[in-house]
């Protein structure tokens, strides 16, 4: 139902909030459509460009190196806001993947994608805080898994993409035209975008549902995020740790897996375009899975930390099937085990990612986003140098087996270390 204010020249609508995650969802489906058309094109650009599987690693190991600085990213979110800080990186991102349109040898990659991660690196951190700001406390799970979609449909976007791209262009067309899905983006956040307390088409109503469902002892204005504090807190540490692990998974999955399917599973372009996605499309699904357990565990009495642990928990179990994807025999199992990889990733990494909203304040939450995002970005990065360095030598198995147990440790990280709010 659409409204008029009290001075009648404004209008109002419902589920503003909705609206808002939903316009967030599209910058994460270009964020990530941008993160993973690289790791689609590799065999086509590494054949075209000369470049090695040990250089590849450094490309993109550049990125996994830049978007470490997610700390400074959430830093400055926090203290100049979504609105203008968001749309500075949005920007800045959709510039450079532009430039990957005219990239030639391996060190101009990596330079390019070094500081796309550089930027890149602000989607988690303000993710988050919009999600601690705009949802009260009982559907920020929801909140956060909706938008960690745009995560995953990146990717389920990115084979076709690059293959249409190849096959009617070259690889270059993919970045243009993701740069310019950034750049577009960029206009319809300056115009519907506001912190909820200046958002002049926000009713009074929702407004009042969203400051009451949110934890008071987490609602404070401070000038400047005390960052010397929040780094002396153990519960940033041990989400920082849990992350650290789990991200590696990721990586394989967005930088590594088309590779992996053309030199052991021998896939061609169109193949991958068919099937490369399909884990992707599982993560989706985790993404709303992981919520789900939440709420299930909630209703039977759980705390909603607990809920969240046990919600890590499950997707840690399940992310076991990735220790034989490198032993199955058929390339049809293979790639369902992948696929029950990133539903399990996805179940598990929205659920840890949300507890900095459950348990720090809004003007820390983007900063403390970005610094647990550091030590994800750190477990991909020291993952995939090794992997660029060894895959040659031993092969993709011993890697899959890793990451299937890394999760398990990152589960009891969470039960023994994290200290709930009071």
């Given at each position: 139902?659409?409204?008029?204010?009290?001075?009648?020249?404004?209008?109002?609508?419902?589920?503003?909030?909705?609206?808002?995650?939903?316009?967030?969802?599209?910058?994460?489906?270009?964020?990530?459509?941008?993160?993973?058309?690289?790791?689609?094109?590799a065999?086509?650009?590494?054949?075209?460009?000369?470049?090695?599987?040990?250089?590849?690693?450094?490309?993109?190991?550049?990125?996994?190196?830049?978007?470490?600085?997610?700390?400074?990213a959430?830093?400055?979110?926090?203290?100049?806001?979504?609105?203008?800080?968001?749309?500075?990186?949005?920007?800045?991102?959709?510039?450079?993947?532009?430039?990957?349109?005219?990239?030639?040898?391996?060190?101009?990659?990596a330079?390019?994608?070094?500081?796309?991660?550089?930027?890149?690196?602000?989607?988690?951190?303000?993710?988050?805080?919009?999600?601690?700001?705009?949802?009260?406390?009982?559907?920020?799970?929801?909140?956060?898994?909706?938008?960690?979609?745009?995560?995953?449909?990146?990717?389920?976007?990115?084979?076709?993409?690059?293959?249409?791209?190849?096959?009617?262009?070259?690889?270059?067309?993919?970045?243009?035209?993701?740069?310019?899905?950034?750049?577009?983006?960029?206009?319809?956040?300056?115009?519907?975008?506001a912190?909820?307390?200046?958002?002049?088409?926000?009713?009074?109503?929702?407004?009042?549902?969203?400051?009451?469902?949110?934890?008071?002892?987490?609602?404070?204005?401070?000038?400047?995020p005390?960052l010397?504090?929040?780094?002396?807190?153990?519960?940033?540490?041990?989400?920082?740790?849990?992350?650290?692990?789990?991200d590696p998974?990721?990586?394989?999955l967005?930088?590594?897996?088309?590779?992996?399917?053309?030199?052991?599973?021998?896939?061609?372009?169109?193949?991958?375009?068919?099937?490369?996605?399909?884990?992707?499309?599982?993560?989706?699904?985790?993404?709303?899975?992981g919520p789900?357990?939440?709420?299930?565990?909630?209703?039977?009495?759980?705390?909603?930390?607990?809920?969240?642990?046990?919600?890590?928990?499950?997707?840690?179990?399940?992310?076991?099937?990735?220790?034989?994807?490198?032993?199955?025999?058929?390339?049809?199992?293979?790639?369902?085990?992948?696929?029950?990889?990133?539903?399990?990733?996805?179940?598990?990494?929205v659920?840890?990612?949300?507890?900095?909203?459950?348990?720090?304040?809004?003007?820390?939450?983007?900063?403390?986003?970005?610094?647990?995002?550091t030590?994800?970005?750190?477990?991909?990065?020291?993952?995939?140098?090794?992997?660029?360095?060894?895959?040659?030598?031993?092969?993709?198995?011993?890697?899959?087996?890793?990451?299937?147990?890394?999760?398990?440790?990152?589960?009891?990280?969470?039960?023994?270390?994290?200290?709930?709010?009071?």
């Amino acid at each position: 139902m659409v409204t008029l204010s009290r001075s009648g020249d404004v209008r109002r609508f419902p589920y503003i909030r909705w609206t808002i995650i939903a316009l967030f969802v599209v910058a994460m489906i270009i964020n990530y459509l941008t993160r993973s058309i690289l790791g689609v094109a590799a065999p086509a650009i590494m054949a075209e460009q000369h470049i090695s599987s040990a250089q590849y690693s450094w490309i993109t190991g550049a990125f996994q190196f830049g978007i470490m600085f997610q700390p400074l990213a959430g830093y400055l979110l926090d203290v100049i806001g979504l609105k203008v800080g968001f749309t500075l990186f949005v920007a800045i991102w959709s510039c450079i993947t532009l430039g990957h349109g005219f990239a030639n040898g391996w060190m101009g990659f990596a330079g390019l994608r070094g500081a796309l991660g550089l930027v890149e690196g602000s989607a988690q951190p303000a993710g988050m805080k919009l999600v601690a700001e705009w949802f009260p406390a009982r559907e920020r799970g929801v909140a956060g898994g909706i938008y960690q979609i745009g995560a995953s449909f990146g990717a389920v976007f990115a084979p076709p993409l690059v293959a249409w791209a190849v096959f009617n262009h070259s690889w270059r067309a993919a970045f243009f035209v993701a740069g310019g899905l950034g750049l577009a983006w960029v206009v319809a956040w300056l115009a519907w975008y506001a912190p909820p307390q200046r958002h002049r088409r926000l009713s009074d109503g929702e407004r009042t549902l969203i400051v009451a469902g949110q934890e008071a002892a987490l609602v404070k204005h401070r000038r400047r995020p005390p960052l010397g504090e929040l780094l002396r807190k153990r519960n940033l540490w041990t989400i920082a740790a849990a992350r650290f692990l789990a991200d590696p998974v990721w990586g394989m999955l967005s930088l590594w897996m088309p590779l992996y399917l053309v030199q052991a599973r021998h896939f061609d372009l169109g193949q991958i375009a068919l099937f490369a996605w399909l884990p992707f499309l599982a993560a989706d699904l985790g993404c709303l899975f992981g919520p789900a357990v939440v709420a299930f565990l909630q209703r039977r009495g759980v705390g909603l930390i607990d809920a969240r642990r046990g919600a890590f928990t499950l997707g840690a179990v399940l992310m076991t099937g990735m220790m034989f994807v490198g032993t199955v025999t058929s390339p049809a199992a293979a790639i369902a085990l992948l696929c029950l990889g990133g539903f399990a990733h996805q179940t598990l990494s929205v659920t840890v990612i949300t507890l900095c909203s459950d348990l720090f304040p809004h003007d820390q939450v983007a900063t403390a986003t970005g610094v647990s995002g550091t030590a994800a970005n750190l477990g991909v990065l020291i993952f995939t140098l090794s992997l660029g360095s060894m895959v040659d030598q031993i092969g993709y198995q011993p890697f899959f087996i890793v990451l299937g147990l890394l999760d398990l440790v990152g589960a009891a990280l969470l039960w023994t270390l994290i200290r709930k709010a009071v």
